[in-house]
């Protein structure tokens, strides 16, 4: 169980500074991101009470909301940050 522990704590460190530097760049995004954002709060939630595995299942899907969102051009990230996803 320390193995999904850490996984989930690293993942939510990584989507918390993806989140910080995100720029919505198109309306159309905006309930998508507000789904990821939803998505994060909730890993963090899981994380704070010890469930470590939706924690990691909650940031992964918020990770896919963010990656299908920079593949679409909704959103904008830094260089830097996308080696995080596979745009």
Do not use: G, P, Q
């Amino acid at each position: 169980m320390e193995e999904i522990e850490n996984l989930a704590k690293k993942e939510i460190e990584k989507m918390e500074e993806v989140f910080k530097n995100l720029k919505l760049i198109d309306e159309k995004a905006t309930e998508i991101y507000n789904l990821a954002l939803s998505y994060f709060l909730d890993a963090k939630y899981f994380l704070e009470n010890k469930d470590f595995l939706r924690a990691f299942e909650a940031v992964v899907i918020s990770w896919a909301y963010i990656d299908c969102c920079l593949h679409l051009k909704f959103l904008e990230i830094s260089d830097e940050l996308k080696r995080y996803f596979t745009v």
